[in-house]
């Protein structure tokens, strides 16, 4: 009803995380600039921070689109709270089956895959959203990854996102081995005042 009655084809104001309605704001260009060199210079891990609602997720998706052709990504959308279920997860997403396998065993065929990868000149990303809700058992696994590496390169480039609590979590001293190994802090500042109209404009149109 909404969109008949002003001739539009879609909800300009729908909370899905589409790329195609993605309003670059000055914030947004910094945080996906960040991330963008973070991966295409294999810093390893970066981290993008966003208040809820602020597109942290369309632009995590905008950043696979903006990747095709240069890294094979993997979006992982929930709140991992097992190392297990990091493994499992990242296993049957680069397809490798993982059920009945030692930890040690899957990390192996892991770094196998990857080095193939990186033959074929292929980039590995792995894109954790909602990470302010990563229990530390699983942001622990992630750092474990972040160890993969082949003649002193990265086999894996890793985006944890999540809402600023995020940042106060990898503050604490549990996790300051993690916090080192992050290259790029990126934070998705709030629209400027004189951005509010072209954002509805942008959405609108």
């Not at 084809?9 to 729908?14: G, K, L, T, V």
């Not at 990747?67 to 499992?88: C, E, I, N, S, W």
């Not at 397809?95 to 040690?104: M, V, Y």
């Not at 990857?114 to 699983?138: C, V």
């Amino acid at each position: 009803m909404f969109a008949e009655r002003f001739g539009l084809s879609a909800d300009p104001f729908r909370i899905t995380a589409d790329p195609s309605f993605l309003y670059f704001g000055q914030g947004h260009k910094d945080a996906l600039s960040a991330v963008y060199l973070s991966v295409l210079e294999s810093r390893g891990i970066g981290a993008l921070t966003a208040p809820a609602g602020m597109g942290k997720t369309t632009l995590l998706r905008y950043l696979v689109g903006r990747l095709k052709g240069k890294a094979a990504a993997a979006f992982f959308p929930h709140p991992y709270q097992t190392r297990q279920d990091v493994m499992q997860e990242v296993m049957r997403r680069v397809g490798l089956g993982a059920s009945g396998t030692a930890e040690f065993e899957q990390m192996s065929r892991l770094q196998q895959r990857l080095a193939e990868l990186k033959r074929r000149g292929y980039r590995m990303l792995l894109l954790f959203d909602e990470g302010q809700d990563l229990s530390d058992e699983a942001l622990e696994q992630i750092r474990l990854l972040s160890n993969l590496h082949s003649t002193n390169l990265n086999l894996l480039e890793i985006i944890i996102a999540g809402q600023p609590e995020l940042e106060d979590k990898l503050r604490e001293s549990r996790h300051e081995a993690l916090r080192q190994r992050i290259s790029v802090m990126a934070r998705v500042e709030p629209l400027r005042e004189d951005e509010v109209a072209e954002y509805i404009q942008h959405r609108l149109s």
